[in-house]
């Protein structure tokens, strides 16, 4: 059953939710009606190995609802830890993390947040604003009512081709 039957108050934004509102609405719309193809694809695959292979050692996971995050303790101050790819979803990247600072704080814990590239050996610590959190909550709000509405047409960009839906957005076709 898609999100359109439960209600828009029921549902559950998570953190993939706020990288695919950057990434390709027609993607979150999909995601979020649970046509989800994420598992098959040889780009996710490779995602995880990254995951797995830089950060065997250090690595404690803590899953709360919409959020798995990797994460160290610094005396008093928790640190989240996000590990990507490449920098080329930096926006996407960015929110989810801040999503994840914003869900936390509702919790009452403070962190930090640190994004982590392995493959360019690059590190973003993240100092979201006031106004971060805000957006976080507009982001929030127009999720649902993208994923309330209508499918939205695929339309082609560069990333497309190594998207998990790209034979059912556009068949294969070149
Ligand atoms: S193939 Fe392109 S249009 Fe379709 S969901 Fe993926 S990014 Fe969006």
């Known amino acids: 059953m898609g999100p359109e039957h439960e209600g828009l108050e029921s549902m559950r934004i998570t953190g993939v939710m706020i990288s695919y509102y950057f990434i390709c609405r027609t993607k979150l719309w999909l995601f979020a009606h649970n046509i989800t193809l994420e598992r098959e694809h040889e780009n996710v695959r490779i995602g995880k190995e990254v995951h797995e292979v830089s950060y065997k050692r250090e690595k ?30 930096m926006a996407a990247d960015r929110y989810q993390v801040i999503y994840y600072l914003s869900e936390l704080r509702k919790r009452g814990v403070e962190a930090k947040a640190v994004i982590n590239y392995p493959m360019i050996r690059e590190t973003l610590h993240m100092n979201p604003t006031e106004d971060d959190f805000r957006r976080i909550e507009e982001i929030k709000r127009e999720i649902k009512d993208i994923v309330s509405g209508p499918f939205p047409a695929p339309e082609r960009k560069r990333i497309c081709p190594k998207c998990a839906y790209y034979e059912f957005c556009f068949g294969g076709i070149e």
């Open 60 to 89: 404690k996971e803590v899953e709360l609802p919409g959020m798995k995050m990797d994460f160290i303790r610094k005396g008093d101050v928790l640190e989240i830890h996000e590990v990507k790819k490449s920098r080329k979803m």
